[in-house]
């Protein structure tokens, strides 16, 4: 599973105007991808690193401040646009193979004591956020 994971002040995703999930920082937003061979142990692995991660200010973790996170789905993240000029999704996981996985990130983080906010799986979302720093790590699990 890959992660793209910002330090936020703040962070909001909307879907068909309405907000489906929105944090105030000092926070992380995470978007989230999976690929055809990843599992459920991946997805734990990702959410304990998240959730643990240093860098928020005075290298704190999200785990230290109880710092919310907001994770969206992002089959994107699989991207490959090394050849042309139009990217191929090969690698992302289809839907229900990365819906289940996403939702078993949250679901972790959740039990790890997170307060996690969410976007909604496979639908147009608009993200707005304040990156703080800035401050952008992609994790790899």
């Known amino acids: 599973m890959r992660a793209v994971v910002q330090r936020v002040g703040h962070a909001s995703v909307t879907v068909e105007g309405k907000t489906t999930g929105e944090i105030t920082g000092p926070g992380l937003m995470a978007l989230v991808g999976a690929t055809h061979t990843d599992t459920e142990v991946q ?3 990702l959410a304990a690193k998240m959730w643990t991660l240093r860098i928020l200010e005075g290298e704190k973790s ?16 699989y991207g490959d646009a090394r050849k042309g000029r139009r990217p191929t999704w090969q690698a992302a996981a289809p839907g229900p193979i990365a819906e289940p996985l996403v939702d078993a990130v949250v679901n972790e983080l959740r039990a790890l004591g997170a307060h996690v906010e969410t976007g909604v ?6 993200v707005s956020l304040t990156n703080e720093g800035p401050f952008t790590v992609i994790l790899e699990v």
Request: with cysteine.
């Open 62 to 77: 999200c785990s230290d401040i109880g710092a919310p996170l907001l994770v969206v789905s992002q089959f994107t993240l």
């Open 43 to 45: 997805a734990r692995r």
């Open 121 to 126: 799986f496979g639908a147009q979302m608009s």
